[in-house]
């Protein structure tokens, strides 16, 4: 009776497996994905992903449902670059979406889910808490606020978040859809409300400072006024019932300590309107400029865009880092993540490939990582796109920005404001003060990491009958899912088509040391010749046939690698027994993001500006 209920249950587990994929193993392709960093490990939450060896007409991105992570202070392999494991948990119930956020709290070792659009309207749940998830338990919580405030507050999807260094939180913009919200219309409504979280109290704000409606575009914080500024830029808005790409010289300050939006026109290379970009900040030593690198997004002629951009504040500059002319269509990424690791570098991970005639895995050994030198090593070297390197970190301004403001690698920037002035005079006080926040104090027991691994506290049994049943079936049951796992494997093996070898990369590729921007030289290996003979190797073009290699990395080394599932550096247990794995009750935790990055924002999943018909809440 008993072996007659296990195995369909078990062939019915392995077949669900069988198509869902593996989120490592049969990795091919992600995006509008969120992600964060925390104690130097970066999660990967949600987004959509596609599994198996190619992308074609037919294939059908999936919801990710798990929670992945790495350690972006872990790249000695053949790579470089940081191993993802999928050895966390994520219960049914925590929300597996698009196109939402993750706001992490280094303070206190965890991160909270706010926004994005459910896989079918079947799937929506109702906004009543925000689930939280401890890095210390590897446990997924709810939070409600404590004082009634998010009565009121709604689940949006495609806004632009950030977090500040007090422990507050944002979400500017964004849609109401019926796949965000229960028992929606089939009309988009795009929002111009500004929310606000605060970690430390759990309260929320809905607040509209500005009547434009706007989606899909990055915000950042800096420490620059009294208490910090949000800067926004791209996207979509929305002026009475048209809806329309934002102008990319039109940038929208928020004084936090004024509540006041401003728009300042930038100068220099202006980018061309887009949204669905992804981006990350960080200043000089001295804060005399902000610096904003910028990748990809959907043009306004819904073509994919593959530029690199820098925005540099207070003097308003944009100027072109990559390619050296525009447009770049062929083989363009949306819904990119971009976070900034180590002061001085940005992973990039995954993005849409729009183009149908690019059907390849985004280098799939990696998960779809692409690296970014930010500072002045991208002189130095002669590439802006690079492998992680573990001996840079510290942000030094690059040349490419120096030509522009002045100072040095250190910063001293001399251009303090745009060449046409201040479109307010208040913005010239504001830029000229630095906001300093004290350091916050976590609201909970965070015990000392330790190197040896520990198993966490075990559950008390009633019945040792009862366990040792458990046991036995649960055994029974792995044992013949390996069986059929294994004979399905073999089969789909054996079925599948031998997949073409990925081009390596030239070993005398010519590299100008003076033009960080120029690309190496790539050799074919098999017939399918690339358009994009010239993409940087570790670009997020470095994906495609002529370049899906890395340099040094022959295709035998990506067999098999990374298969292990190293745990995460082990936390003893805080003396505060309501925080112990398995407790989901309410706890009041607060929130804290790095200085150097903000919460990756994913974006629409359809290609086709959406037309709201109604106006913001």
């Known amino acids: 009776m008993t072996m007659r209920f296990l195995l369909p249950t078990a062939i019915l587990a392995?077949?669900?497996?069988?198509?869902n994929g593996d989120p490592i193993n049969d990795f091919c392709r992600r995006h509008q994905h969120q992600t964060c960093i925390i104690d130097s490990k970066l999660y990967i939450d949600g987004g959509k992903i596609y599994y198996g060896g190619s992308v074609d007409n037919g294939s059908v991105a999936q919801q990710n449902t798990r929670l992945l992570w790495e350690n972006v202070l872990d790249t000695k392999n053949d790579y470089k670059f940081p191993t993802q494991y999928s050895n966390l948990t994520k219960d049914p119930e925590v929300p597996s979406v698009s196109g939402g956020v993750l706001w992490p709290d280094d303070t206190n070792k965890l991160f909270y889910l706010y926004g994005g659009e459910y896989e079918n309207t079947d799937n929506v749940q109702s906004f009543t808490t925000l689930w939280l998830y401890d890095v210390i338990y590897n446990t997924w919580n709810r939070s409600s606020a404590s004082d009634g405030s998010l009565t009121g507050i709604k689940w949006p999807a495609f806004g632009a978040a950030t977090i500040t260094d007090t422990g507050i939180a944002y979400y500017y913009g964004g849609y109401l859809?019926?796949?965000?919200?229960?028992?929606?219309?089939?009309?988009r409504l795009m929002l111009s409300s500004l929310i606000s979280f605060n970690m430390n109290t759990r309260s929320w704000q809905n607040q509209t400072y500005d009547e434009v409606q706007r989606a899909e575009g990055s915000m950042h914080f800096i420490p620059a006024s009294d208490a910090g500024m949000l800067v926004y830029f791209g996207g979509l808005e929305m002026n009475g019932n048209e809806t329309s790409y934002a102008n990319m010289?039109?940038?929208?300050?928020?004084?936090i300590a004024n509540n006041r939006w401003f728009t300042q026109t930038a100068t220099g290379d202006i980018p061309s309107s887009r949204r669905g970009h992804c981006s990350g900040v960080i200043w000089a030593k001295d804060k005399s400029s902000y610096n904003f690198y910028m990748y990809g997004g959907i043009a306004s002629?819904?073509?994919?865009?593959?530029?690199?951009?820098?925005?540099?504040?207070?003097?308003?500059?944009?100027?072109?880092?990559?390619?050296s002319t525009v447009p770049n269509y062929f083989g363009g990424k949306a819904w990119s993540s971009c976070d900034v690791i180590r002061d001085s570098q940005m992973l990039i991970i995954g993005g849409q490939v729009p183009n149908a005639s690019l059907t390849e895995c985004d280098v799939p050994k990696i998960g779809g990582q692409h690296g970014l030198l930010l500072g002045q090593e991208a002189t130095e070297q002669g590439v802006w796109w690079h492998a992680v390197q573990d001996n840079t970190t510290g942000y030094r301004v690059p040349d490419k920005i120096v030509s522009l403001v002045g100072g040095d690698t250190d910063g001293h920037a001399t251009a303090t404001a745009p060449a046409q002035g201040f479109a307010i005079r208040d913005l010239s006080v504001y830029f000229s003060r630095t906001a300093s926040a004290s350091a916050r104090t976590a609201s909970r027991a965070i015990p000392t990491a330790t190197a040896s691994p520990s198993s966490q506290p075990k559950s008390k049994s009633t019945t040792g009958a009862i366990v040792g049943g458990v046991v036995g079936g649960v055994l029974?049951?792995?044992?013949?899912?390996?069986i059929i796992f294994f004979w399905l494997r073999r089969r789909r093996t054996r079925q599948q088509p031998g997949q073409?070898?990925?081009a390596e990369l030239s070993q005398n590729a010519a590299i100008n040391p003076n033009d960080p921007a120029v690309a190496y030289k790539t050799s074919a290996s098999h017939s399918m010749v690339s358009p994009m003979v010239e993409a940087p190797a570790y670009s997020p073009q470095g994906w495609n046939s002529e370049l899906g290699g890395y340099p040094g990395v022959s295709p035998q080394q990506h067999q098999g690698a990374f298969s292990h599932s190293p745990q995460q550096p082990y936390y003893p247990p805080p003396p505060d027994p309501s925080l112990s794995p398995g407790n989901k009750r309410d706890v009041p935790l607060t929130h804290e993001m790095p200085t150097s990055s903000t919460p990756a924002v994913s974006?629409?999943?359809h290609l086709r500006s959406p037309v709201p018909k109604r106006a913001g809440y």
Not at 14 to 19: I, R, T, W, Y
Not at 249 to 255: A, C, E, G, L, R
């Open 301 to 323: 002629n819904e073509e994919a865009l593959d530029e690199l951009y820098i925005l540099t504040l207070p003097s308003f500059q944009w100027t072109l880092v990559y390619p």
């Open 603 to 605: 974006e629409l999943p």
């Open 177 to 187: 859809t019926n796949l965000s919200m229960p028992k929606w219309g089939n009309d």
């Open 500 to 502: 073409p070898t990925r």
């Open 14 to 19: 392995v077949a669900a497996a069988q198509q």
């Open 476 to 482: 029974g049951l792995a044992a013949i899912i390996g």
């Open 249 to 255: 010289s039109n940038i929208q300050i928020f004084d």
